[in-house]
């Protein structure tokens, strides 16, 4: 699957005449890696899921291998004391398209690199915390994604902005938004098109909804230059009939939209999005009126009881979606929504709000976790098949997680890609593949 931060920043580096190639996040793969190649670094993108398996794995690199590790992504920037894990000698801080960059130039060149901006660098036993450099204002100045890093895939990934202008209390993405210029981005489309066998493109920005200015323009050069069905992310309360039109008049094929929680009181005052169940409600109704296809994105297990969880089952339900996908509440240290808990005293005792790990203990500091859980891998096949809703109650009180878990990825990777995802154009080998590297993925639930 491709990786825009990974092809971004593979582009910035051949421009530049370096050298890199990417290798599977594997230990034996690695070293193979390694042993056949002169590398002076070993780079890794790292979210807050994935960070454990990431250090331990460079852990054991740096136990065989004399060579510079450096960890960048969202993980890394929040939280840059992995700084002090061992084995890690550098940490990239927010945007590393020319922050990786100055650091290949000066180890290749041998020149000093404690006071390189967006770095934090280990040397010598000393850390060396540096400065952030501006953000990036002009997007279109940036390299397009080097679309032969990875093996040729039937969807092209793209984002037309950076940054998020709302301030949700669960999540840390609060950088100003900014955005590329419609031009700007149909161009690197047609250069994606020329270079793999892409069937469907996916707009991975937070909100593609921002602007119905931008839409509209939008609209009608990418139905004449480019007309490839696609998918994005939409924020209910900028749903409108103007930009849903725009989007089906482009060839929308799906929107991705977070109903999160039915209860107005969790969603404005504790996560603080700000949308009242009527504009979710509305902005359902007007996706299906413009037979676009709806995801829905639910958050579970969070500060409220369980009868909460089964009402925004039932909003689900009214708003029909064509997937609804719910996930128990995932903690991150340093977000106003930790603050609140810990403020509020909704955690059990023993837990350190600043312990960067918190994402995977965050559950067992919540009431009904187990029944939550399970509601949570039942939700997707309750909300497409509501008479099962009265069974729910029971069915979550069984010791059968593991089992529902495998029944969630197996229907979720057939309806996220047969439905979501342009499945209708796909093989089925493309569906299997899917399978397979998310059961690897989250092989941690089993």
């Known amino acids: 699957m491709e990786h825009l931060g990974i092809m971004t920043l593979s582009s910035v580096l051949k421009k530049a005449d370096h050298y890199l190639d990417i290798v599977d996040a594997r230990l034996d793969k690695i070293k193979r890696k390694l042993k056949n190649n002169n590398f002076t ?3 890794y993108s790292a979210i807050t899921l994935d960070i454990r398996y990431y250090l331990n794995l460079n852990r054991q690199v740096k136990e065989e291998f004399d060579i510079f590790s450096v960890f960048g992504g969202p993980h890394p920037t929040y939280f840059p004391e992995i700084i002090h894990e061992p ?11 020319y922050a990786l960059l100055d650091l290949v130039n000066n180890l290749t060149e041998g020149k000093p690199i404690t006071n390189i901006a967006n770095w934090w660098i280990k040397q010598d036993g000393q850390i060396f915390c540096n400065s952030v450099r501006p953000l990036i204002k002009d997007l279109d100045s940036l390299c397009f994604a080097d679309r032969t890093l990875f093996p040729a895939f039937y969807r092209i990934n793209i984002v037309a902005s950076r940054g998020c202008p709302f301030k949700c209390s669960f999540c840390h993405a609060r950088t100003e938004f ?3 210029s419609v031009d700007n981005v149909i161009e690197e489309l047609k250069e994606a098109k020329t270079k793999t066998q892409a069937r469907f493109v996916w707009f991975q920005d937070l909100t ?3 602007s119905v200015h931008w839409l ?6 990418y139905r004449k230059e480019i007309g490839l069905p696609f998918s994005c992310f939409v924020r209910s309360d900028l749903v409108t009939s103007e930009n849903m039109r725009y989007l089906k008049e482009a060839g929308c094929f799906s929107v991705s939209m977070g109903i999160e929680t039915a209860s107005d009181y969790l969603r404005n005052e504790i996560f603080k999005k700000g949308i009242s169940k009527k504009q979710i409600i ?3 109704q007007i996706i299906k009126r413009y037979k676009i296809k709806l995801r829905a994105s639910n958050i579970l297990c969070i500060p409220g009881s369980l009868e909460d969880s089964f009402e925004t089952l039932r909003l689900n339900i009214q708003c029909r979606p064509d997937y609804a996908v719910a996930a128990p509440l ?4 340093h977000t106003d929504l930790c603050n609140f808990l810990v403020d509020h005293s909704r955690f059990n005792s023993g837990l350190n709000p600043k312990d960067y790990y918190l994402f995977w203990r965050s559950h067992d500091y919540m009431p009904n976790t187990r029944k939550i ?5 039942l939700f997707s096949i309750a909300v497409e098949f509501p008479f099962l809703l009265p069974l729910l109650p029971f069915l979550i009180k069984f010791p059968l997680y593991y089992f529902y878990s495998f029944l969630f990825f197996i229907w979720g990777e057939y309806f996220n890609t047969f439905r979501i995802l342009g499945g209708r154009l796909l093989r089925w080998k493309e569906f299997i593949r899917g399978l397979k590297r998310n059961l690897r993925r989250y092989s941690y639930f089993f």
Request: proline share 0%; charged share 30%; net charge positive.
């Open 41 to 43: 670094i070993i780079a």
């Open 87 to 97: 084995g890690v000698d550098g940490v990239c801080i927010g945007e590393g398209d």
């Open 178 to 180: 900014r955005c590329r």
């Open 208 to 210: 593609f909804n921002f």
């Open 216 to 221: 509209r323009e939008f609209s009608e050069k």
């Open 282 to 284: 509305s902005a359902a």
């Open 330 to 333: 995932f903690i991150y240290s």
């Open 373 to 377: 859980k399970n509601l949570c891998r």
